[in-house]
């Protein structure tokens, strides 16, 4: 049995306001952040957390938060050069729905999708307002075809017929592997742990919190369901990191993003 | 018995950005909005709905919304221009505890205070993101105390012991003037139609709609507690003006201000 080892994969960046990022605190102005997935090699297979954006989606649908991804900071792209193929990909967690963490998912056509079942229930039923949010619905092609919208001509979306794991609660969902429920940015949102045989344990907050800023400020991002509860999420982050002597690593973090192991480099 | 009638008070103006007026919509940038007073004659006594910003508070707490506020766009000077005192006034109603919307409550020293239950409540134990809306307390001095914060200096202050009357659910307070449970805003939001004789009833939003724009976009405020409960009060100030063939009053838009009649003119 080898070491769990865990490779961050950029996955380009995007660009949204300061008032997005620091809710009615801000400042204004442009601000671009990097998206980023987690692949964690297990001995029990290979799992990826979340999978970053799509251009040909952003480009579509949000143009306006300016895309800037090459052909590397794919999931395609990312797994080649690790010598990986997406079908070496076993289960992709998704911490939530929205089209930056899940655009990739179209890519892993062999992989068990695990997520919480509020968040799948959202994502089908998603409020007025988290319609930008929710709009990469490739994720689940039935989906699509629920909401009366057709797939996008992609020949990734050809292969691929996902198949969901609800679950609810904290889980640890495989040695280790620990997804904790952090609500209020969606309705289902997990946040991930993962713990290391040579080092503190990683702590993904995925979107709970953006960034390091947000955390010590105690601001949450304006994108969100539920203010209250992301409020508390944020405080369970803290908490959890505190319990657990685990490192937090941000989702979308332009400070800490430099200092973070990228792949081919790897956390273990 | 005469004609209930009402006229708005000018309270000046204040600068928010486009991201806070739009949720998430904008556009970004400076928006200047106005803010105002209801003053409602009735057979039962005079009423105040909301009583606007005070210029001092703002100006020490939050200089960045820009306040632009005359004498006369003060509660005692716009009571002044229709030859009212302050005392004259018995009862004020609050829609919420924002600061635009109470800090000219002090001034009303003989008035009964009107509010929802949990308004009360909220504005007692705000959320870490609520403080700078419920900064001006002094609509309770009892509360400012229990903050441990000081009362500023102030004279209308000195001879204020406000009484407050707490409610809840839709209420008819007086004959023809209607309380409606418009949470999402804040915890205990209320809006007021009031019923005329010669025209159409008159429905102000409060802050459960600030403009036309937004009930046209179906888009909340940045400012809010629960945004789902938000959106459900957009669409039932929308249903209600629709029941009762109400003309909807927005709290702070722009485009519509210019359009409404101010005192010393009013509706009847």
Request: glycine residues 6%; hydrophobic residues 35%.
């Amino acid at each position: 049995m080898s070491d769990t080892k865990v490779y961050l994969l950029d996955g380009g960046s995007l660009v949204i306001d300061g008032f997005h990022a620091f809710w009615n605190r801000g400042p204004a102005g442009e601000l671009r952040f990097p998206c980023y997935a987690v692949l964690i090699e297990h001995k029990d297979g290979r799992y990826i957390f979340d999978t970053g954006y799509d251009h040909a989606h952003v480009m579509r649908v949000l143009p306006f938060e300016k895309p800037l991804q090459t052909p590397d900071q794919t999931i395609p792209g990312a797994l080649a050069k690790l010598n990986l193929r997406p079908k070496d990909i076993n289960f992709v967690i998704n911490s939530h729905y929205h089209f930056d963490h899940c655009g990739g998912n179209k890519h892993l056509t062999h992989a068990c999708t695990v997520c919480h079942a509020k968040e799948l229930e959202a994502a089908r039923h998603p409020q007025p307002f988290e319609h930008l949010g929710y709009s990469d619905a490739t994720f689940s092609p039935e989906l699509v075809k629920a909401r009366g919208q057709k797939l996008p001509p992609d020949p990734a979306l050809d292969i691929y017929t996902p198949k969901f794991e609800t679950i609810s609660g904290d889980q640890e969902i495989a040695k280790g592997m620990w997804l904790y429920e952090t609500p209020g940015h969606t309705a289902g949102h997990y946040s991930l742990m993962v713990e290391l045989a040579n080092r503190r344990p990683l702590l993904f907050t995925a979107d709970a919190c953006y960034s390091k800023k947000n955390m010590d400020m105690m601001v949450i991002s304006s994108f969100h369901l539920d203010p209250v509860a992301s409020v508390q999420s944020l405080v369970r982050l803290k908490e959890l990191a505190t319990k657990h002597d685990a490192e937090l690593f941000y989702s979308h973090d332009p400070e800490s993003w430099p200092g973070y192991i990228k792949a081919p480099g790897y956390y273990s």
